[in-house]
């Protein structure tokens, strides 16, 4: 099983970068998909997640609005499309899978398997 996030990259502030999260050994659609990032000397926080059941979405409140978790219709892949990029966005971005409950879909602990992360850098 494997998650590789890519899509990451350096951005101007206002800028846009989408970041994808392919699957190999399991089926993304049967599975809860998260974003988490990481900032340097911060701990991992949740962004967004798209549910296996009903495909609903999910926002931390500094995205809403700006931010876009979305499965591809064919394929094993979800996407984060980011747009009017901060310099607070600046982080590791991760993709993770699985089955969180309402309560922990925004905690790490909802999610069994974890991508190695894509590094997002935002200038001012």
């Known amino acids: 099983v494997q998650l590789q996030a890519s899509g990451g990259g350096l951005v101007k502030t206002g800028g846009s970068l989408r970041l994808s999260c392919a699957a190999s050994?399991?089926?993304?659609?049967?599975?809860?998909v998260g974003w988490f990032r990481q900032a340097p000397g911060k701990e991992r926080e949740f962004v967004a997640s798209i549910t296996w059941n009903s495909g609903s979405t999910d926002y931390e409140q500094a995205v809403k609005g700006r931010f876009t978790i979305s499965r591809a219709n064919a394929g094993n892949t979800v996407y984060l499309q980011m747009n009017t990029l901060k310099p607070e966005d600046t982080a590791v971005y991760y993709c993770?899978?699985?089955?969180?409950?309402?309560?922990?879909?925004?905690?790490?602990?909802?999610?069994?398997?974890w991508g190695q992360g894509t590094l997002v850098t935002v200038s001012s």
């Open positions: 993770a899978a699985g089955r969180p409950t309402s309560n922990s879909r925004e905690r790490r602990e909802g999610y069994r398997y």
């Open positions: 050994g399991l089926t993304l659609r049967v599975y809860t």
